[in-house]
């Protein structure tokens, strides 16, 4: 999978140097023109039904022998390639092509070579690996209420969500009068994890009991959008959070607006890693061809 990375990247950087060259001006798939003022979007409409073998300004870059390469190891990750590479630009891209209902030419259009870059990208999505805060289902907390100190750490899980995302963890410092805490979350992207800075979180205590506390954002910390309160049963290891949102807010972008209550529960950060980590496996082998789809059921059938 690492080689595959590397030949995309030398791929992605080719498609770069043609978009700054200058050719000819009549557009045609057998003759070069200018291409320096498209996008990458403009670029795949343009040239996207064009076969590689057409297009003689990308052998001059030895594009050609690159893709080759490219092309059998994808191929052999996607569960296409049967033979020796010589073989792959014929038979695993025909059968490549007939189960995506693309005409069976045995060559690739520059548009089927983009949706192979972005199958091997997606299928390259890394492991991430949570710190081990509580088991399965739990949370993990210490300290007790009756000493006035409590700390707990975990992942948060939507309720009515079957995977924790994205991937997150916090830990919360609890005392009778204020709480702290750090919020960590992070984004997976094709390849790469990106880690968004560390949040500190300030926490009023609403409520201290014998066996359980609710505490919510200080007014410093709140962003005046959301209403959050943090319920926290020490005894059961149970800790829920619920999320409102404010009649007067509308939020923009991924979160978007909620149109009613949403409950959280923190759980164990390890379990939801390795939860969120099959899923991503999983869905990358109904990016694979249909053989090896049947295949890997097959084998882990047996094997579990």
Known sequence: MKRISKIIGVITVMFYLTSSSSFAADFSCTNSVDISDLGVE??????????????????????????????????????????????????????????KGYVETGELTIKEMSELIETIEKMNTPDVYLPSGGDGEKPAIYGSTEKGYVSFEGTWKIEGENIAYPYNFSRYECFKQSCRAVEINLKVSGSNVNMYSPNIVDYDVLEWNEYDFIIKKSAETDDGCRKNQIHVNVELKEVFQITKQMKTCKLLGEEGNLSSPRISRLVGSWDAGMELNKKNLNDSHKLMSSKMQVFLKEFYARHG
Not at 44 to 68: A, H, P, Q, R
């Open 42 to 99: 403009q670029f795949e409409e343009k040239y996207g039904n064009c076969l590689l073998s057409e297009l003689s300004w990308v052998d001059e870059l030895g594009f050609d022998d690159t893709m080759i390469t490219f092309l059998g190891l994808t191929l052999t990750e996607l569960g296409y390639w049967r033979n020796d590479l010589g073989a792959v630009a014929k038979e695993s891209i025909g059968a490549y092509q007939r189960e």
